[in-house]
């Protein structure tokens, strides 16, 4: 398919190609030049890059795996639960005065 690019309007892949090569609204686009040619493929999905804290705690974690202190998921999920507070019982709060 041949196309004629005009100065006011910007380029446009038509709605045809865009089909056959499966580009849908909100897809992202990487663009590419060379030697006359434009190369257009999917853009790659963003890696999630962890924080220095995230790391730390990445790495103290693999470390307690490696010397054997684990906790199953079962005994994590206990844990948890007895720390909450009973579903309708009220706290006593101080009132200041």
Known sequence: ????????????VPPSVQRKAGIRSGDRLEFSVSSNTITIAPARPAT???????????????SAIARG????????????D????????KTNREVSR
Do not use: Q
Not at 1 to 12: C, I
Not at 69 to 80: I, M, R
Not at 82 to 89: D, L, M, V, Y
């Open 82 to 89: 007895s720390n909450r507070r009973k579903a309708g019982t």
């Open 1 to 12: 398919m041949t196309v004629t690019v005009k100065s006011k309007a910007g380029l446009v």
């Open 48 to 62: 999630y890059k962890p924080t220095k804290s995230e790391l730390a705690a990445i790495r103290k974690g693999e």
């Open 69 to 80: 202190e684990c906790v199953s998921l079962t005994d994590f999920l206990h844990g948890l």
